[in-house]
């Protein structure tokens, strides 16, 4: 890894505490890995975001980390131990909020969004990862769903209502959408190993996501 400059190592520092706090929110879904290693991967994935930030982008440097922070956690908690189902899904929910965060920053660094336009925007994302969570708690078809409840408190919480109005919005998308919603909510691929399958990009992949997230939201908000 190349060294920091004196201006990224004074960036690495100022930020260096929201580490902690970032590894201290993560750990409550991925509860089975140590917290301390958590709080290494942090570390890592600031590092590796003091090195690819561009000062004239636009965005605060503390925005910009935190998604490379709380990204380089998750994907230390997915090679670590794939874990019961309960650690699964949770796995797959947070790589699939954190696409959709990485994207909703990406257009929030756009200076000439109102403030009319970021808080309708703020709510967007809200509802999209509410979608997410929905997805990886409610589409696991297998028997064992049921069973595996008791380990997921979380799960039971959702009601009757809520699963219904999913599975009818999944049902309405087509074979492809569906195809996507498959093999990363109940195969559990990632976005880049889902890439590799279909041989693209995975940043096709995320964008294809965040359409199907985005369309789920809309259909799940309405009365």
Known sequence: MPSL????????????????????AVHRSLWHIPLEELRSAGYEGLVHAALRYDPDSGV????????RIRGAMIDYGRRSTPGSRS???????????QSILEEAQELHSDQHLTLR??????????????A??????TTDADPETTAARDEDPESSVIS???????HTAVAAMDSVEQD????????????????RELGVNASTVSRRHARIVAKLALRLGER
């Open 5 to 24: 400059s004196p201006e990224q190592a004074t960036r690495v520092e100022r930020a260096a505490p929201r580490v902690k706090q970032i590894a201290h």
């Open 60 to 67: 605060p440097f503390a925005a910009f980390a935190y998604y």
């Open 87 to 97: 650690v699964a899904r949770a796995q797959r929910s947070l790589a699939a909020q």
């Open 117 to 130: 336009d970021r808080v309708a925007q703020a709510r967007q994302v809200v509802a999209r990862a509410t």
């Open 132 to 137: 997410v969570a929905l997805l990886a708690r």
């Open 160 to 166: 009757t209502e809520t699963r219904h109005r999913l």
């Open 180 to 195: 996507m919603i498959h093999a990363i909510y109940v195969d559990g691929k990632n976005m880049h190993e889902y890439a």
